[in-house]
């Protein structure tokens, strides 16, 4: 059984060997991330994560969920 990597993480996330969390596939949906993280970005969930991240100038998942884009449901 594994535990949560990091205080509040969601879910599991494994490490790279050189031991930072591995990066979020650029090809999630983005209503999967919305789901997950109780967000709303105001974009059609079948976007992927890397064009929302392109579009908003955010260099990774945890940068954009950090972010004030999007509501909080």
Known sequence: MAKKDA???RG???RND???LRQKR???NVSTIEAQYGRDF???GD????TLLERTGHESLNDLIQSN???KS
């Open 18 to 20: 050189s031991g930072p």
């Open 12 to 14: 599991q996330r494994s």
């Open 42 to 44: 105001g974009v059609r």
């Open 7 to 9: 205080p509040g993480m």
């Open 26 to 28: 650029g090809d999630t």
């Open 69 to 71: 884009t999007g509501k």
């Open 47 to 50: 976007m992927h994560l890397k």
